[in-house]
């Protein structure tokens, strides 16, 4: 028996190849949709599993570190319940002496790991300089390759680390410095306190996984670090680490945490107990554990990896609804094709098959189809997994799945696909009369019911995704338009690359670039600071009883001027006044306790002037620790997803982390940066020339949303086309079951635009239908999604009113084929069909 309804399947598929090929492309396109998705979830699950013992280890972070009390806000959004802990911002960067605190006071902690990175670090190899990427030079405690499973190809996992002044390097770094020689013995000069130090290469070790949080390629341990003496000292008054410790085998959680919180109250009481006056709101400093598995999903800074749970969630509920529609367009095509199958039914069914067996021949066809356009779908996906890639974000490759785990998820997804596409159609072609089959005195029609709620879902999701994604699309489009409160125009931002080093060094590569920059007539400005777009440093003071954290921006006297920002009260920075730049000395009323002080002269943004009350200009200014001398107007030094936070500037030369370059207006950009570069290499002897331009860091802070833009985007087009495919064939059914009606109309005299409308209206009813019910939905989703911002579009009326068109117009399109071959047919050969 099944062996006949396989070439029956077989002889179904291969005769009608215009609905073959339809529900091939629909079916396999949401099957290739949710292979990608399915595998994007199975890559995020793995990130910091490989570890022997990952069930053991946990990131260290500490809650409310001298901040005010959180308020107990609830949480917005349909995926906000699942997403809650994931939320929570701790301060995931630890005194260095937490962690070897912990472990002489816990004997549940088998070992406390610190990461201390040091950012975009300049390598010198012989008479080459390499400026890396991100924390590409990181030190760590000694028992790193006894905690973490990062294999070593050379060096001793209990020793390597043992040294002063040694470093294990990755594959790729050795390849890149040294070729295919052996870099064991080698000598590279990574940043020192003030000059570089020389560092022998006393270990090799394999590339970090894709799916590992952190990607280092060299390593050295943490007591090699500049300052790490002094750090220590400082005890709770600096915080630089990461810290993961592993838990013996057995230590319950749970049990431990409490012993934690206990534990914190005394620790951090000394750091948190003098902001704690009676009308300050200061929360208790608490040591948090997080599993390591589970840090990449934390939107806490400083992380590596950061992988956003909502729009996994949202992700999968799209793959969700694509696969819905694939189904529900299986079921209509399947339908109007099986009304010239049910003679076929007929004569089965009165030579003696029953009923399960004319469900079971339809249901092996569903099955056959299945499989083919799942195995479609599974190409399609490997030819498309590049593009996915960069929509999402992800590193993923086929290579790095398990063959076993491809063969059951192909297994598990056709059967799935087979039994939600195939089930109905057999289930209602097995239910024909065969006597009125044979005599032809009636055809098969669809329940109403049925073929309404199926295109009233298709195009209510059509509807909500082309909705959400003229939003999206809206939204990011006004953060892109919208003024900074800065001239971000023609400027070229370029890294120290002697920050953090030798401090004079630093200051006469800044004068050099300064006279340089002032004689070159394509240059109209240069100025200096500790930070860029986004990369701000806070502060806490206590202002009206609360601890509330403020933007601190270190810059120079031209800052202001070159950035085109308005002083609105007081003056500018001066260079003729020495106490601008001058740090000063506080008399013994002026330190008492109020968080962290200045020492400077400063200007206030509008949003700290007002918080603070609007205090005197050039007077000390107990909260802040510092003297106000001016007044700049709010600016945006931040992405829009943020709004304005108080902040204060000083001129500080000791902190030049980056230097600015205005290219004037209509000036060539390449010939400009090529200058710019030849006096680099010669101020700097050829050291790398790390640079950005401002319009393209600010672009950037966005590429979250931009990318889940592209997403939206991509799966409103894919729902569209598959709802497309579903109306086409419903519209085939609805015109096959009409043809006398059609045939009688055209006899009367009715025209051809006449039966287009009468045909369509009822599939314009049902758009209006679904859109009345998708749109509640789509305005309270992307409602939720614009809450991301600070400063957010108000989605108009206009915005729905395009979706609603936009859908309209793509269900006539799809429903016109079939009804104006209707129209337009003779009705003599109409009314001759039934």
Known sequence: MLKINLVLALRNIFRNKLYTAINIIGLGTASAFCILVYLHLKNEQSFDKFHNDADQLYRVEETGLNQPVAEDKKSKGFFSMLTKKEDEENTIV??????PDLKRNFPEVESAVRFDGYYKPVIKVGNQNFQEDGNTLTFVDADFFKVFNFPLLQGNPETVLSGHNEAVISERLAKKYFGNADPVGKTVMVPGESNPVPVS?????KNFPANSSMQFDMVMPITSMAGYKDKMGA???SYNEILVIKLKKGTDAGRFQHKLDEFSKKYFNPQTEASKAPANKVSDTYIRLRPLADAHYNISGAWDHYTN????????SLAVLILVIACFNYVLLTLTNAVSRSQDVGVRKTIGAGRLQIIFQYYT???????????VGFLLAIIIMPFFNHLTGAT???????VIDMLVLITVLTLVLGFLAGIYPAYAMSGLKPLNIMRGFSAYRISPVLSKSLIVVQFGVCVLLVISSLIINKQMHFVSQTEMGFDKDQVVVVENPYWGGDKQISAALQRELYHWADTQPFIAGITSTSFSFGGVSRN???INGEKVPIDYLDADFEYFKFNKIPILLGRDFSRDIATDSASFQLTDDQKKPQGTKLRHNTIVNQTLYKLLGKPALNVYNPTIGGIIIGVCKDYHNRDLTQAIQPGYHTVNRDHIGYFWFRIKAHQSIPPAMEKLKAEWNILTNNLPLNYSFMDEQIARSYNAYLQWMTTITTSCIIAILLACLGLFGLSGLTTINRTKEIGIRKVLGASVSSLFLQLNRSTMYLAAAAFVIATPLAWYLSNSWLQNFAYRIKPDWLLFVTGAVISVITALASVSYHTLKAARANPADSLRSE
């Open 94 to 99: 630890t005194p260095p002496i937490l962690g």
């Open 235 to 237: 005890g709770l008054n």
């Open 540 to 542: 806490t003071h206590t």
């Open 201 to 205: 290469i006393v270990g090799l070790m």
């Open 309 to 316: 749970l909502k729009n996994i969630y949202q992700l999968s």
């Open 365 to 375: 066809q569903t099955q056959v189809l299945a499989f083919i356009s799942v195995a």
């Open 396 to 402: 993923m490759s086929f290579s790095s799945f398990r």
